[in-house]
């Protein structure tokens, strides 16, 4: 009978926590839509539209009476939101372990981010200091909400399925682009005939996206649960300040240090495959020329192959271990990337091909870097420890859109400011190299799985 009792409860155990797998799956689902249409396809050639409209004669924009020139504000911006969120995220992540209340603060952060997203509806004529701002909070929002959700994956998922569920999540994300890519790509292209303008059709695409977001965050936050605070954390610590705790957790993050050599490694090249996400289809539109039809279609194509790219990477993993395969994907992106730089202006079909390549290796580095570093993190520290990991993710990837935007700046040259991004994937990948990841997964407190 207590056989019996023991089955059945590991049975409704697993049940449980495949219910919780699949809601968090949504969570994907509803935020990469904003990844997709608004950060990687339309607001940056959009908003650097609108900058250009406001600028002076010699192509600069006065925001707070700091010369810019028009082509580096989107790129601005986007830094500028990296540097709020790392203010804001290890305090939330601090008071989501304290608390055990991580639903309420994902809630608040979706939400957020939606409505500033659907507010992108207001930006036309010369608004782009209202665009900036509405990134700003989207992109911070964002951030934050993603290092909420990112937490939850040591809790919802057994080591050995940490690879799967990951490259799932990562699928249902990029699935979900591709279906609204479709309907965007069809509203963009045949707007004439629905009656609204290219400049109108194009905010109604950003206002979707944040109408998206914030319905389908809903499945998440109702079958995802809350477990109560640590009982290290429950003791003694309710309450400190989110800056004191703060300070507990690096100062407890020294005492991991190989967990803090991976997040630097992943800090570099994260920051670099982050950059081509947002300022790729402003490449390919101000230095190759080429249409927002073909952005779209390029974007659509990265998303689909970005689906069998992430699930394929999992397998990859499960024989080849997670760390090897991430570094076959920095080698990938190094050579697609270098020969982003030799793309001929006006040839659509080689912009194609980049997209390709870009797809196949996009979803898979992303997902398995989440579950390798979710290894890493030690019990009950999860939110701090993943506040940590989505600055190196989201929040820290600072520099190299501010290094794009200064290439430019400087050069007046998108190719230039497109090459420099590949130091960022060899130092990347070098510094990956040198981490022994067993022996990081064991100091951290974790067992270790028999492929990694």
């Not at 800090?267 to 073909?294: F, M, P, W």
């Not at 689906?307 to 991430?326: D, P, Q």
């Not at 290796?361 to 979710?374: C, E, H, P």
């Amino acid at each position: 009978m207590g056989i019996e009792t023991v089955r059945t409860g590991a049975a409704d155990e697993a049940a449980g926590r495949r219910r919780e797998q699949r809601g968090w799956y949504f969570y994907d689902w509803a935020c990469s839509v904003y990844s997709t249409s608004v950060l990687t396809v339309f607001l940056g050639p959009y908003l650097t539209s609108v900058a250009e409209a406001a600028a002076d004669a010699d192509g600069f924009v006065h925001p707070l009476g700091i010369p810019v020139r028009a082509g580096s504000f989107f790129a601005y911006s986007v830094s500028l939101s990296v540097v709020v969120a790392v203010l804001v995220m290890p305090l939330v992540g601090a008071a989501a372990d304290r608390t055990g209340r991580k639903k309420p603060l994902l809630a608040a952060a979706a939400y957020t981010g939606a409505a500033a997203t659907t507010a992108m509806f207001l930006l036309d004529g010369d608004r782009y200091l209202l665009g900036g701002l509405l990134l700003v909070v989207a992109n911070a929002a964002q951030s934050v909400a993603m290092m909420l959700y990112n937490s939850y994956l040591p809790q919802i998922a057994a080591p050995e399925e940490r690879d799967a569920v990951s490259s799932r999540g990562w699928a249902f994300g990029y699935a979900a682009g591709s279906l609204m890519l479709v309907v965007n790509l069809a509203l963009y292209l045949g707007h004439d005939a629905f009656g609204v303008t290219e400049g109108m059709a194009v905010r109604i695409c950003l206002a979707s996206a944040g109408l998206w977001w914030g319905g389908f965050a809903l499945v998440p936050l109702l079958r995802l649960r809350d477990r109560g605070p640590a009982a290290e954390r429950a003791a003694g610590h309710g309450t400190a300040s989110g800056f004191r705790q703060l300070a507990a957790t690096l100062r407890d993050m020294r005492r991991h240090p190989l967990t803090l050599a991976f997040l630097l490694a992943y800090l570099v090249y994260n920051d670099g495959i982050q950059t081509v996400i947002t300022q790729a289809s402003v490449y390919g539109s101000k230095e190759l020329g080429l249409s927002q039809s073909t952005l779209i279609g390029a974007v659509l194509l990265v998303q689909i192959l970005a689906v069998a790219g992430a699930l394929t990477m999992g397998r990859l993993a499960r024989i080849y271990g997670a760390k090897r395969t991430i570094l076959g994907s920095l080698v990938a992106w190094t050579v697609t990337l270098a020969a982003g730089y030799f793309l001929p202006a006006g040839a659509p079909v080689w912009f194609f091909v980049l997209a390709a390549g870009i797809g196949l290796v996009l979803g898979g580095s992303q997902a398995l870097s989440r579950s390798l570093f979710s290894h890493l993190v030690p019990p009950g520290k999860e939110a701090e420890y993943f506040s940590a990991y989505e600055m190196s993710d989201r929040g820290m990837s600072w520099l190299g859109p501010l290094l794009f935007g200064l290439t430019y700046q400087l050069t007046g040259s998108y190719r230039d400011a497109i090459i420099s991004l590949v130091a960022f994937f060899v130092i990347g990948f070098i510094l990956l190299a040198r981490v022994p990841v067993r022996r990081a997964i064991s100091d951290a407190g974790n067992r270790v799985p028999s492929t990694i």
